[in-house]
C-alpha cells in the first residue's frame, strides 16, 4: 500500500485470507477481541506467508487511543505475538531497523504510515478520533524530525482505509473537542441536528502540510461503507475483528 519500493513492504489486511470464524471471519489479528488465540496465531503465520516475511518478525504496538510512541529495536521482535506484549499505551511504532514487521491494529480508525527512505525509517501510529485529536501524526514526525535529524520534507505519509466523513457523525462529546483543538474548520460539517461529520483524514492530512508534509497519500476508502470487506467497529456495533498495518524494511 502507498509505496511500490523494494526495499520496504507496507499493507494494509482486509477480512480475507484468515483461519477465524463468526465475526472474526476471516483473517482477525486481533488478540483481545475474544478470538481463539492460537487461531489469531494462525493468520498472523498466513499473513507472514503472503507477504514472504517472517512470522517471528511480527511487532504489535499496544494501543490504548493514547499517544505514546516507541521506537522499536530488534531486542522488541515478536512483541505481541512471539512473545506477550510488554507494552502497556503504546499507539505509534517505528523503527530504522531491518527485518521488524511493525503491525498496529484497525477496525475504523485511521492507519498512518510513515516513509522517510533516505533516513532509512519506517512508523504507523493509531489515529481514532481521540489520536487524532491528540495529534499523533505531529508527534511522530516531531521525533523523527527531533532526535533523528530528518526533514519534513523528507517524510512520507499515507492514511489508510478507515471511516470516512461519510460515516463518521459524532455528537457533541467528540466534536467538541475537535472545535476546541482546531477551531472552526471544513473538515467538521455540521448539521442541524447538532451532530457533525468530522473528516478524520483531511485533519490529519492538514496538521501534517502544517509542519510542511506534503508527500501525503489517502486511500479514500472508507471501512463503513465497504464493511464486505473490512471490519468496521461502526458498522457492526464492535462485533468484528481486526485488520493490521504494516511496515517492513528490507534492507
Ligand atoms: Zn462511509
Given at each position: 500500500?502507498?509505496?511500490?519500493?523494494?526495499?520496504?513492504?507496507?499493507?494494509?489486511?482486509?477480512?480475507?485470507?484468515?483461519?477465524?470464524?463468526?465475526?472474526?471471519?476471516?483473517?482477525?489479528?486481533?488478540?483481545?477481541?475474544?478470538?481463539?488465540?492460537?487461531?489469531?496465531?494462525?493468520?498472523?503465520?498466513?499473513?507472514?506467508?503472503?507477504?514472504?516475511?517472517?512470522y517471528e518478525s511480527m511487532t504489535c504496538s499496544a494501543q490504548v487511543h493514547e499517544t505514546?510512541?516507541?521506537?522499536?529495536?530488534?531486542?522488541?521482535?515478536?512483541?505481541?505475538?512471539?512473545?506477550?506484549?510488554?507494552?502497556?499505551?503504546?499507539?505509534?511504532?517505528?523503527?530504522?531497523?531491518?527485518?521488524?514487521?511493525?503491525?498496529?491494529?484497525?477496525?475504523?480508525?485511521?492507519?498512518l504510515f510513515f516513509y522517510a527512505p533516505k533516513h532509512h525509517l519506517i512508523g504507523l501510529?493509531?489515529?481514532?478520533?481521540?489520536?487524532?485529536?491528540?495529534?499523533?501524526?505531529?508527534?511522530?514526525?516531531?521525533?523523527?524530525?527531533?532526535?533523528?535529524?530528518?526533514?519534513?520534507?523528507?517524510?512520507?505519509?499515507?492514511?489508510?482505509?478507515?471511516?470516512?466523513?461519510?460515516?463518521?457523525?459524532?455528537?457533541?462529546?467528540?466534536?467538541?473537542?475537535?472545535?476546541?483543538?482546531?477551531?472552526?474548520?471544513?473538515?467538521?460539517?455540521?448539521?442541524?441536528?447538532?451532530?457533525?461529520?468530522?473528516?478524520?483524514?483531511?485533519?490529519?492530512?492538514?496538521?501534517?502540510?502544517?509542519?510542511?508534509?506534503?508527500?501525503?497519500?489517502?486511500?479514500?476508502?472508507?471501512?463503513?461503507?465497504?464493511?464486505d470487506k473490512y471490519f468496521s467497529h461502526r458498522k457492526t456495533q464492535g462485533k468484528r475483528?481486526?485488520?493490521?498495518?504494516?511496515?517492513?524494511?528490507?534492507?
Amino acid at each position: 500500500m502507498f509505496w511500490n519500493d523494494s526495499q520496504i513492504v507496507s499493507f494494509f489486511t482486509t477480512k480475507e485470507g484468515g483461519a477465524s470464524e463468526g465475526y472474526f471471519s476471516s483473517l482477525n489479528l486481533g488478540f483481545k477481541s475474544g478470538d481463539d488465540l492460537n487461531v489469531v496465531k494462525q493468520n498472523y503465520k498466513l499473513l507472514a506467508q503472503k507477504l514472504g516475511i517472517p512470522y517471528e518478525s511480527m511487532t504489535c504496538s499496544a494501543q490504548v487511543h493514547e499517544t505514546n510512541i516507541k521506537q522499536v529495536t530488534y531486542e522488541d521482535r515478536g512483541n505481541g505475538v512471539i512473545f506477550p506484549n510488554k507494552w502497556d499505551s503504546v499507539d505509534g511504532i517505528y523503527t530504522m531497523e531491518k527485518d521488524i514487521t511493525l503491525v498496529t491494529h484497525y477496525a475504523d480508525c485511521v492507519p498512518l504510515f510513515f516513509y522517510a527512505p533516505k533516513h532509512h525509517l519506517i512508523g504507523l501510529a493509531h489515529a481514532g478520533w481521540r489520536g487524532t485529536v491528540n495529534k499523533i501524526c505531529e508527534k511522530m514526525v516531531k521525533i523523527w524530525n527531533e532526535k533523528h535529524n530528518v526533514a519534513y520534507e523528507d517524510i512520507q505519509v499515507g492514511i489508510g482505509p478507515s471511516i470516512g466523513a461519510c460515516c463518521f457523525e459524532v455528537n457533541a462529546d467528540v466534536s467538541e473537542p475537535f472545535v476546541n483543538t482546531f477551531g472552526k474548520a471544513d473538515f467538521i460539517k455540521f448539521k442541524e441536528n447538532g451532530k457533525a461529520n468530522i473528516d478524520l483524514w483531511e485533519c490529519n492530512e492538514r496538521m501534517l502540510q502544517n509542519l510542511g508534509i506534503y508527500n501525503i497519500q489517502i486511500a479514500n476508502i472508507c471501512t463503513c461503507c465497504n464493511s464486505d470487506k473490512y471490519f468496521s467497529h461502526r458498522k457492526t456495533q464492535g462485533k468484528r475483528g481486526l485488520m493490521g498495518a504494516i511496515m517492513y524494511l528490507r534492507y
